[in-house]
């Protein structure tokens, strides 16, 4: 897996920004396919893991650091 590690509930950066201009993602679903949410806008997005562990860059935040989750 290229070394990148997500769970669900991790904040994540993507290579390409959204655009409404914010870069990070929050991961709210995971099996063969990913649903990303993101942190500026909360548009949600459904794509399938393999492309999405080409487009993640890296994990911002993980799950157990973000407090009341």
Do not use: Y
Not at 23 to 46: L, P
């Amino acid at each position: 897996m290229n070394g990148k590690t997500f769970e669900l509930g991790d904040v994540v950066e993507m290579k390409k920004q959204h655009p409404c201009g914010t870069n990070e993602w929050k991961i709210i679903r995971m099996g063969a396919d990913v649903r990303i949410k993101c942190e500026g806008c909360q548009h949600s997005v459904m794509i399938p893991r393999r492309e999405f562990e080409k487009k993640m860059k890296k994990t911002l935040k993980t799950a157990q650091s973000a407090p009341g989750e």
